[in-house]
Structure formats: C-alpha cells, structure tokens
Nanobody, 121 residues
C-alpha cells in the first residue's frame, strides 16, 4: 500500500487547512491515522478512524479543533484542521493498518511521505 499526503502549506494563526491522504496499491479496509512531527520532537499521534468511519479517536491536543474523516470510494482519508496556531507547525503524516493501538506510531504498517504545515503568528 502506498500513501500520498497533500494539502499542507502556509496559513495564518486562526486559519484552517484540510489535509488529504490517498492510498493506492492495495485494499483500503483498515484503520487510518494522522501523526505530526515538529523539529526536534517525536512523531505525535493526532487522530485515527476505523475502516467504516464510524469510530474516531483524537489526541487531547487536537480534540475539538481537528476532524478526521474518510471516503472509501476515493481511498482517501482527510484531516480538517481549524483554529490553527503556531504550535501546530510540523510535518504531517498519514499512516495505515495499525496492528495494535491506534495511537501508537510503531503499530502502523504503512506511512505516507508527509506534508508540511506552517502556521504563522
């Protein structure tokens, strides 16, 4: 499975961005997650969604501001990010098919290449 993330860019504080991750080369019937990594920091879990889309899980740091969703017909998962602040600046990654806990990065079998989000103050 190959994952391609897109939608990053430069946004002012308080603004919004929508990230997209599209899968190819395999099935799409697995949970998907979003992570981010800021310079000098570990890769951080943000959100995950079941393959049906009926279950979602969020890190406390983004709950209420970020929304994960998916469109299985398009093999795509999305991350709507609102009320962005400079602390959200990072490279954002999508990941697929966790073997265990959705919030643990080491459980994911597939990763996208990352898309950079920069939030200016």
């Amino acid at each position: 499975v190959q994952l391609q993330a897109s939608g990053g860019g430069l946004v002012q504080a308080g603004g919004s961005l929508r990230l997209t991750c599209t899968a190819s080369g395999g099935t799409f019937d697995f949970p998907l997650g979003w992570f981010r990594q800021a310079p000098g920091r570990n890769r951080e879990f943000l959100a995950a969604i079941s393959w049906t889309g009926k279950s979602t899980y969020y890190a406390d740091s983004v709950k209420g501001r970020f929304t994960i969703s998916r469109d299985n017909a398009k093999n795509s998962v999305y991350l709507q990010m609102d009320s962005l602040n400079p602390e959200d600046t990072a490279v954002y990654y999508c990941a697929a098919d966790p073997a265990g806990a959705w919030f643990e990065r080491d459980q994911y079998n597939y990763w996208g290449q990352g898309t950079l989000v920069t939030v200016s103050s």
